[in-house]
Nanobody, 124 residues
Framework: QVQLVESGGGLVQAGGSLRLSCVASGRTFSSISMGWFRQAPGKEREFVAA????????YYADSVKGRFTISRDNAKNTVNLQMNSLKPDDTGNYYC?????????????????WGQGTQVTVSS
């Protein structure tokens, strides 16, 4: 079992920045690949970014590449998402997720555990 708790969401104007954090507990965090997804009202949950446990490779959705940065601190069991140059289209509930053994970190079905989410609202 893995428990995930997100924080850092809020209301920000377009062009602003937010930093989301996710604290994990219950398993050896350093051996788990982690991801961030988001869901806007009326839309499906979509991939945002992921980071592997092994070589710390990172992956991003095209819509956030160059603006968002995912990182992890294994000593603190934390994965972060730095979001810069925010746009109204970035609005949604952001979820942290812990991956299982399946390949494909861009896919929802590759993740076994999810946090409750943190709301991000970007005003124009």
């Amino acid at each position: 079992q893995v428990q995930l708790v997100e924080s850092g969401g809020g209301l920000v104007q377009a062009g602003g920045s937010l930093r989301l954090s996710c604290v994990a507990s219950g398993r050896t965090f350093s051996s788990i690949s982690m991801g961030w997804f988001r869901q806007a009202p009326g839309k499906e949950r979509e991939f945002v970014a992921a980071i592997t446990w092994s070589d710390v490779s990172t992956y991003y959705a095209d819509s956030v590449k160059g603006r968002f940065t995912i990182s992890r601190d294994n000593a603190k069991n934390t994965v972060n998402l730095q979001m810069n140059s925010l746009k109204p289209d970035d609005t949604g509930n952001y979820y942290c997720a812990a991956a299982g053994p399946k390949a494909g970190l861009r896919l929802r079905e590759s993740y076994n555990y999810w946090g409750q989410g943190t709301q991000v609202t970007v005003s124009s």
